[in-house]
């Protein structure tokens, strides 16, 4: 007697001819580091300079700013997390500078249509 092995179609390989299933908006890996924020040579060097503590957590709450502004269609952006503020460019997904509290007096940030509280 012989027992037939069944497998999920999804590790079967593809067969000639078979197109392969459509994948979901979004999930490849490139669509996912584009919906990354990156850091400008200046946000870097603000960042270093000014000892500002960027934890992953911070990461991703910027990542979700930027999102939202993205879906008000905003441009550029001032995002304020925890006494830190950052001017970043929503269509590029860059951080263009970053101020941290003791900084921040007397500043005036120009040239955003658009603030984000995260």
């Known amino acids: 007697m012989v ?5 999920p179609e999804s590790i079967l390989p593809q067969q ?3 197109a392969k299933r459509p994948q979901e908006p979004g999930s490849s890996f ?10 400008s ?8 300079r000014r000892q500002i503590d960027l934890s992953p957590s911070h990461i991703q709450r910027i990542n979700d700013a930027v999102n939202k502004a993205e879906e008000k269609g905003a441009r550029d952006s001032l995002v304020l997390i925890d006494g830190i503020a950052l001017v970043v460019s929503v ?4 951080v263009i500078t970053a101020v941290d509290q003791p ?5 005036v940030f120009t040239n955003i249509d658009s ?3 995260a």
């Not at 027992?3 to 497998?7: A, G, N, T, V």
């Open 103 to 107: 900084h921040m007096k007397g500043k």
């Open 16 to 18: 000639k001819g078979q």
């Open 41 to 48: 040579g200046h946000a870097q060097d603000m960042v270093s």
């Open 91 to 94: 269509k590029n997904r860059t």
């Open 30 to 39: 490139e669509d996912v580091l584009a919906k990354r924020v990156k850091f």
């Open 3 to 7: 027992d037939k092995i069944y497998f």
């Open 115 to 117: 603030a984000v509280i």
